[in-house]
Protein backbone atom coordinates (compact mmCIF):
# COMPACT_ATOMS: atom_id res chain seq x y z
CA UNK A 1 0.00 0.00 0.00
CA UNK A 2 1.81 3.54 -0.84
CA UNK A 3 -1.37 5.49 1.22
CA UNK A 4 -3.45 5.23 3.90
CA UNK A 5 -6.95 5.99 3.96
CA UNK A 6 -7.91 8.99 5.75
CA UNK A 7 -11.46 9.81 5.78
CA UNK A 8 -12.60 12.24 8.78
CA UNK A 9 -14.54 10.21 11.07
CA UNK A 10 -13.31 6.88 10.40
CA UNK A 11 -11.40 4.88 12.29
CA UNK A 12 -9.85 1.55 12.18
CA UNK A 13 -8.97 -0.38 14.86
CA UNK A 14 -6.98 -3.49 13.32
CA UNK A 15 -7.09 -6.59 16.39
CA UNK A 16 -5.80 -9.72 15.02
CA UNK A 17 -6.97 -13.42 14.11
CA UNK A 18 -8.96 -13.55 17.60
CA UNK A 19 -10.93 -10.62 17.10
CA UNK A 20 -12.48 -8.71 14.07
CA UNK A 21 -11.37 -5.53 12.88
CA UNK A 22 -13.77 -2.92 14.90
CA UNK A 23 -14.31 0.56 12.50
CA UNK A 24 -15.70 3.72 14.69
CA UNK A 25 -17.36 6.14 12.61
CA UNK A 26 -18.48 9.92 13.98
CA UNK A 27 -19.52 12.63 12.37
CA UNK A 28 -22.38 15.53 14.52
CA UNK A 29 -24.92 13.38 14.55
CA UNK A 30 -23.73 9.92 16.01
CA UNK A 31 -21.58 7.52 16.55
CA UNK A 32 -21.41 3.83 15.30
CA UNK A 33 -19.33 0.84 15.67
CA UNK A 34 -19.34 -1.54 13.32
CA UNK A 35 -18.50 -5.29 14.56
CA UNK A 36 -17.28 -5.33 18.33
CA UNK A 37 -14.72 -8.51 18.15
CA UNK A 38 -14.63 -11.79 20.80
CA UNK A 39 -15.97 -11.79 23.95
CA UNK A 40 -11.99 -12.40 25.43
CA UNK A 41 -11.63 -9.34 24.17
CA UNK A 42 -14.54 -7.48 24.61
CA UNK A 43 -12.98 -4.99 27.57
CA UNK A 44 -10.25 -4.09 25.27
CA UNK A 45 -13.05 -2.95 22.21
CA UNK A 46 -14.91 -0.87 25.26
CA UNK A 47 -11.69 0.79 26.07
CA UNK A 48 -10.58 1.20 22.22
CA UNK A 49 -14.27 2.89 21.48
CA UNK A 50 -13.90 5.36 24.64
CA UNK A 51 -10.60 6.31 24.00
CA UNK A 52 -11.58 7.80 20.71
CA UNK A 53 -15.32 8.95 21.81
CA UNK A 54 -13.41 11.15 24.81
CA UNK A 55 -16.64 11.27 26.79
CA UNK A 56 -18.98 10.47 23.81
CA UNK A 57 -21.85 8.06 23.84
CA UNK A 58 -21.74 5.09 20.98
CA UNK A 59 -25.30 5.18 19.97
CA UNK A 60 -25.31 2.40 17.22
CA UNK A 61 -23.61 -0.93 16.71
CA UNK A 62 -23.78 -2.55 13.34
CA UNK A 63 -22.84 -6.36 12.72
CA UNK A 64 -21.81 -7.52 9.20
CA UNK A 65 -22.81 -10.85 10.60
CA UNK A 66 -22.95 -13.20 13.88
CA UNK A 67 -20.29 -14.68 13.72
CA UNK A 68 -18.41 -14.65 17.49
CA UNK A 69 -15.55 -12.80 16.45
CA UNK A 70 -17.60 -10.43 15.06
CA UNK A 71 -20.17 -9.99 17.69
CA UNK A 72 -18.64 -11.41 20.91
CA UNK A 73 -18.34 -7.77 22.32
CA UNK A 74 -22.00 -6.63 21.57
CA UNK A 75 -22.92 -7.48 25.44
CA UNK A 76 -20.11 -5.41 27.23
CA UNK A 77 -21.13 -2.33 24.86
CA UNK A 78 -24.69 -2.74 24.88
CA UNK A 79 -24.19 -2.80 28.86
CA UNK A 80 -22.00 0.12 28.72
CA UNK A 81 -24.05 2.12 26.44
CA UNK A 82 -27.93 1.37 27.76
CA UNK A 83 -29.14 3.96 25.10
CA UNK A 84 -27.19 1.77 21.82
CA UNK A 85 -28.91 0.22 18.82
CA UNK A 86 -27.72 -2.74 17.58
CA UNK A 87 -28.55 -3.40 13.83
CA UNK A 88 -27.92 -7.27 12.59
CA UNK A 89 -28.62 -9.31 9.70
CA UNK A 90 -32.28 -10.15 9.01
CA UNK A 91 -31.60 -13.66 8.57
CA UNK A 92 -30.14 -14.08 12.14
CA UNK A 93 -33.39 -12.05 14.05
CA UNK A 94 -35.13 -14.55 15.12
CA UNK A 95 -32.26 -17.05 16.86
CA UNK A 96 -30.91 -13.66 18.54
CA UNK A 97 -34.45 -12.42 19.86
CA UNK A 98 -35.12 -16.37 21.03
CA UNK A 99 -30.92 -16.73 21.72
CA UNK A 100 -30.81 -20.05 19.83
CA UNK A 101 -27.63 -21.76 20.55
CA UNK A 102 -27.94 -24.05 17.56
CA UNK A 103 -29.05 -21.70 15.07
CA UNK A 104 -26.59 -18.85 16.31
CA UNK A 105 -23.46 -21.95 15.40
CA UNK A 106 -21.85 -20.80 19.00
CA UNK A 107 -22.09 -24.41 20.36
CA UNK A 108 -21.12 -25.87 17.42
CA UNK A 109 -18.26 -23.92 16.62
CA UNK A 110 -16.98 -24.73 20.39
CA UNK A 111 -16.53 -20.67 20.72
CA UNK A 112 -18.37 -18.17 23.18
CA UNK A 113 -20.38 -15.28 22.48
CA UNK A 114 -22.62 -13.72 25.69
CA UNK A 115 -26.03 -12.83 24.48
CA UNK A 116 -27.24 -9.69 23.27
CA UNK A 117 -30.15 -7.96 21.88
CA UNK A 118 -30.85 -5.81 18.91
CA UNK A 119 -33.20 -3.02 18.05
CA UNK A 120 -33.12 -3.25 13.83
CA UNK A 121 -32.23 -5.59 11.30
CA UNK A 122 -30.13 -4.71 7.88
CA UNK A 123 -31.23 -4.92 4.22
CA UNK A 124 -29.44 -5.51 1.15
CA UNK A 125 -30.01 -2.01 -0.57
CA UNK A 126 -30.26 0.00 2.38
CA UNK A 127 -28.01 3.38 2.76
CA UNK A 128 -26.26 4.09 6.49
CA UNK A 129 -24.96 7.79 7.19
CA UNK A 130 -21.55 6.82 8.33
CA UNK A 131 -19.25 9.42 9.38
CA UNK A 132 -21.33 11.61 6.84
CA UNK A 133 -21.14 9.36 4.43
CA UNK A 134 -23.82 7.02 2.61
CA UNK A 135 -22.91 3.70 2.80
CA UNK A 136 -24.58 0.84 0.64
CA UNK A 137 -26.18 -2.48 2.14
CA UNK A 138 -25.12 -5.40 0.10
CA UNK A 139 -25.92 -8.92 0.83
CA UNK A 140 -22.82 -11.01 0.96
CA UNK A 141 -23.84 -14.73 1.24
CA UNK A 142 -21.11 -17.79 1.65
CA UNK A 143 -18.78 -17.22 4.52
CA UNK A 144 -21.94 -16.81 6.05
CA UNK A 145 -25.11 -17.02 4.72
CA UNK A 146 -26.53 -13.86 6.50
CA UNK A 147 -23.48 -11.44 6.16
CA UNK A 148 -23.55 -8.06 4.81
CA UNK A 149 -20.51 -5.70 3.19
CA UNK A 150 -21.09 -1.84 3.27
CA UNK A 151 -19.98 0.44 0.72
CA UNK A 152 -19.54 3.69 0.56
CA UNK A 153 -19.15 4.95 -3.54
CA UNK A 154 -17.90 8.14 -2.90
CA UNK A 155 -14.16 7.18 -1.81
CA UNK A 156 -15.30 3.92 -3.02
CA UNK A 157 -14.84 2.22 0.59
CA UNK A 158 -15.45 -1.19 0.99
CA UNK A 159 -16.47 -2.95 4.61
CA UNK A 160 -15.41 -6.42 3.50
CA UNK A 161 -15.98 -7.96 6.64
CA UNK A 162 -14.56 -12.17 5.89
CA UNK A 163 -15.75 -12.38 2.44
CA UNK A 164 -12.59 -10.81 0.75
CA UNK A 165 -9.36 -10.73 2.53
CA UNK A 166 -6.18 -9.64 1.13
CA UNK A 167 -4.94 -13.39 1.38
CA UNK A 168 -8.62 -15.23 0.07
CA UNK A 169 -11.62 -15.54 2.27
CA UNK A 170 -13.11 -16.88 5.36
CA UNK A 171 -14.30 -20.53 5.82
CA UNK A 172 -17.22 -21.16 4.09
CA UNK A 173 -18.98 -22.22 7.23
CA UNK A 174 -22.00 -23.90 5.27
CA UNK A 175 -20.03 -26.05 3.24
CA UNK A 176 -18.93 -27.73 6.60
CA UNK A 177 -22.35 -28.38 7.64
CA UNK A 178 -23.35 -30.23 4.06
CA UNK A 179 -24.92 -26.84 2.33
CA UNK A 180 -23.83 -25.93 -1.07
CA UNK A 181 -22.62 -22.36 -0.81
CA UNK A 182 -19.11 -22.19 -2.93
CA UNK A 183 -21.24 -20.51 -5.80
CA UNK A 184 -22.68 -17.64 -3.40
CA UNK A 185 -18.54 -16.85 -2.45
CA UNK A 186 -18.10 -16.72 -6.29
CA UNK A 187 -21.01 -14.45 -6.82
CA UNK A 188 -19.94 -12.38 -3.46
CA UNK A 189 -16.58 -12.19 -4.93
CA UNK A 190 -18.34 -10.78 -8.39
CA UNK A 191 -20.07 -8.43 -7.02
CA UNK A 192 -17.09 -6.72 -4.86
CA UNK A 193 -15.56 -6.70 -9.03
CA UNK A 194 -18.33 -4.65 -10.02
CA UNK A 195 -18.17 -2.29 -6.90
CA UNK A 196 -14.72 -1.21 -7.87
CA UNK A 197 -13.69 -0.60 -4.52
CA UNK A 198 -10.63 1.43 -4.26
CA UNK A 199 -9.95 0.70 -0.56
CA UNK A 200 -11.15 -2.53 1.40
CA UNK A 201 -11.34 -2.61 5.21
CA UNK A 202 -11.64 -6.51 5.90
CA UNK A 203 -12.82 -8.51 8.88
CA UNK A 204 -9.29 -9.64 9.43
CA UNK A 205 -5.60 -8.22 8.63
CA UNK A 206 -4.97 -4.42 7.45
CA UNK A 207 -6.81 -1.83 5.01
CA UNK A 208 -5.42 -2.50 1.38
CA UNK A 209 -6.08 -0.60 -1.28
CA UNK A 210 -5.26 -3.42 -4.31
CA UNK A 211 -8.63 -5.16 -4.67
CA UNK A 212 -8.21 -6.55 -8.22
CA UNK A 213 -4.96 -8.47 -6.49
CA UNK A 214 -6.95 -9.89 -3.45
CA UNK A 215 -10.34 -10.91 -5.41
CA UNK A 216 -7.50 -13.16 -7.66
CA UNK A 217 -6.31 -14.79 -4.83
CA UNK A 218 -9.54 -15.39 -3.59
CA UNK A 219 -10.89 -16.57 -6.68
CA UNK A 220 -7.84 -19.11 -6.88
CA UNK A 221 -8.09 -20.11 -3.51
CA UNK A 222 -11.82 -20.91 -4.42
CA UNK A 223 -11.10 -23.16 -7.12
CA UNK A 224 -9.13 -24.83 -5.24
CA UNK A 225 -11.96 -25.29 -2.61
CA UNK A 226 -14.28 -26.51 -5.84
CA UNK A 227 -12.10 -29.17 -6.95
CA UNK A 228 -11.46 -30.83 -3.92
CA UNK A 229 -14.21 -30.20 -1.00
CA UNK A 230 -11.83 -32.65 1.57
CA UNK A 231 -9.37 -29.53 1.18
CA UNK A 232 -11.76 -26.99 2.35
CA UNK A 233 -12.67 -29.80 4.92
CA UNK A 234 -9.49 -29.71 6.44
CA UNK A 235 -8.81 -26.49 6.19
CA UNK A 236 -11.82 -25.29 8.35
CA UNK A 237 -11.46 -27.74 10.77
CA UNK A 238 -7.87 -26.21 11.46
CA UNK A 239 -9.39 -22.81 11.84
CA UNK A 240 -11.92 -24.28 14.68
CA UNK A 241 -8.86 -25.74 16.28
CA UNK A 242 -6.10 -23.00 15.87
CA UNK A 243 -9.26 -20.18 16.77
CA UNK A 244 -9.60 -21.66 20.23
CA UNK A 245 -5.93 -21.69 20.83
CA UNK A 246 -5.93 -18.31 20.06
CA UNK A 247 -8.88 -17.90 22.84
CA UNK A 248 -7.00 -20.28 25.08
CA UNK A 249 -3.20 -19.28 24.63
CA UNK A 250 -2.31 -22.87 25.84
CA UNK A 251 -3.97 -25.82 27.39
CA UNK A 252 -3.33 -29.37 28.61
CA UNK A 253 -3.17 -31.62 25.08
CA UNK A 254 -5.70 -34.22 26.86
CA UNK A 255 -8.27 -31.12 27.87
CA UNK A 256 -7.56 -29.49 24.64
CA UNK A 257 -8.50 -33.10 22.52
CA UNK A 258 -11.43 -34.08 25.02
CA UNK A 259 -12.55 -30.35 24.28
CA UNK A 260 -12.33 -31.34 20.17
CA UNK A 261 -13.67 -34.57 19.89
CA UNK A 262 -17.18 -32.72 21.82
CA UNK A 263 -16.94 -29.90 18.75
CA UNK A 264 -19.96 -30.61 16.95
CA UNK A 265 -18.38 -29.27 13.42
CA UNK A 266 -15.55 -31.34 14.10
CA UNK A 267 -17.41 -34.25 14.85
CA UNK A 268 -19.43 -33.58 11.57
CA UNK A 269 -15.65 -33.14 9.49
CA UNK A 270 -14.68 -36.19 10.56
CA UNK A 271 -17.27 -38.09 9.75
CA UNK A 272 -17.93 -36.69 6.57
CA UNK A 273 -14.12 -36.48 5.22
CA UNK A 274 -12.10 -38.48 7.64
CA UNK A 275 -14.06 -41.47 9.32
CA UNK A 276 -11.83 -44.04 8.16
CA UNK A 277 -9.39 -42.58 10.77
CA UNK A 278 -10.13 -42.74 14.39
CA UNK A 279 -11.30 -39.39 15.68
CA UNK A 280 -7.97 -39.23 17.81
CA UNK A 281 -5.86 -39.88 15.00
CA UNK A 282 -7.40 -37.52 12.67
CA UNK A 283 -7.59 -34.77 15.44
CA UNK A 284 -3.60 -35.15 16.05
CA UNK A 285 -2.74 -34.94 12.60
CA UNK A 286 -4.62 -31.91 12.30
CA UNK A 287 -2.21 -30.65 14.56
CA UNK A 288 0.89 -31.68 13.64
CA UNK A 289 -0.16 -30.23 10.06
CA UNK A 290 -0.54 -26.67 12.39
CA UNK A 291 2.82 -27.54 14.21
CA UNK A 292 4.30 -27.85 11.24
CA UNK A 293 2.97 -24.35 9.90
CA UNK A 294 4.20 -23.20 13.22
CA UNK A 295 0.35 -21.92 14.13
CA UNK A 296 1.00 -24.32 17.84
CA UNK A 297 3.88 -25.93 19.75
CA UNK A 298 3.39 -28.76 21.80
CA UNK A 299 5.89 -28.03 25.35
CA UNK A 300 5.99 -30.85 27.14
CA UNK A 301 1.97 -32.00 28.48
CA UNK A 302 0.87 -28.29 27.10
CA UNK A 303 -0.01 -27.20 23.15
CA UNK A 304 0.76 -23.26 23.40
CA UNK A 305 -0.43 -20.87 20.38
CA UNK A 306 2.43 -19.20 18.61
Known amino acids: ?86 HIPPGEAKAVSSWDLASLNYEATGQLCPPFKFDDVLHAGQVLRLASLDWQVHAAPGHDPHSVILFEPRHKILISADALWANGFGVVFPELEGVDAFHEVAETLDLIESLKPLWVIPGHGAVFDNADEALGVARKKLDGFIQSPQKHARYGAKVLLKYKLLELAQVETSAFMAWARGVPF ?41
Not at 69 to 74: A, K, R
Not at 273 to 289: I, N, R, S
Open 266 to 306: LKTLHQTHAAQMPVQEWLQDLLLDLERSKALAFQDKLIVNL
Open 1 to 86: MTQRLQIPGLQVFERGWLSANNILFTDPDSATLVDSGYVTHQAQTLALVQNVLNGRSLDRLVNTHLHSDHCGGNHALQAHYPQLET
